[in-house]
């Protein structure tokens, strides 16, 4: 088998694999991404900054907003020093929702750590980081 076709194989087994670690969820994840910011970060948080950390579109990052209105789970609070912008507050929902997520991939990402051993683990997280940096610097 071609190294390239093999390594494609592995690596989007993996991709599928780890996703599904986040299946069920009442949200997309992307849009969890948004709502881990939000919970888990110093704000204020605007659209654009979320578009910016996320390495999205402002266009995405308005759909994710409303979205995440609709069900519930965020606030718009009008800016104090632009009238035009507004500021991204996670609700109650949200850091409910949030806190149970973390719980439930900490004990998901236990098993990889218990199979791979500490090491093994951290090596792929370092090696899937640097991966990460030259794919977004050539693409």
């Not at 929702?97 to 750590?113: E, F, P, S």
Request: net charge positive; with cysteine.
């Amino acid at each position: 088998m071609d190294k390239y076709f093999f390594a494609n194989a592995v690596l989007s087994v993996f991709c599928k694999n780890y996703m599904g670690l986040k299946k069920g969820l009442p949200v997309r994840p992307s849009e969890m991404g948004v709502l881990n910011i939000i919970s888990e970060t110093e704000g204020p948080h605007t659209p654009v900054k979320l578009a910016e950390m996320l390495k999205v579109s402002k266009p995405m990052i308005t759909a994710h907003i409303t979205s995440l209105e609709n069900k519930g789970y965020i606030i718009k609070s009008p800016s104090p020093q632009d009238k035009r912008a507004y500021h991204i507050l996670p609700t109650e929902k949200a850091q409910a929702l949030v806190q149970k997520a973390k719980a439930d991939l900490t004990h998901k990402l236990d098993w990889l750590i218990d199979g791979l051993g500490q090491d093994d683990f951290n090596s792929l997280v370092a090696l899937a980081e640097k991966a990460n940096k030259i794919i977004e610097r050539n693409d």
